[in-house]
């Protein structure tokens, strides 16, 4: 099974939210939002290799 993305991604990105309790499944939404307009090359890396590009 593949590691949970947000354990890859820059835990700055989410100052405003409880870490532990976001759910990379049903947070996607939230978890790219921040990615693209916050997030390092890395972070993008990360979340497309999780996700795939079609998500």
């Known amino acids: 099974m593949q590691e949970d993305v947000k354990h890859s991604l820059t835990?700055?990105?989410?100052?405003?939210v409880n870490f532990e309790d976001i759910?990379?499944?049903v947070?996607?939404?939230f978890i790219t939002e921040r990615v693209l307009t916050?997030?390092?090359?890395?972070?993008f890396k990360s979340l497309k290799n999780y996700?795939?590009?079609?998500k």
């Open 27 to 29: 947070h996607s939404l």
């Open 11 to 16: 835990k700055s990105l989410f100052w405003d």
């Open 38 to 43: 916050r997030g390092t090359l890395d972070d």
């Open 23 to 25: 759910d990379s499944q």
């Open 51 to 54: 996700f795939g590009i079609e």
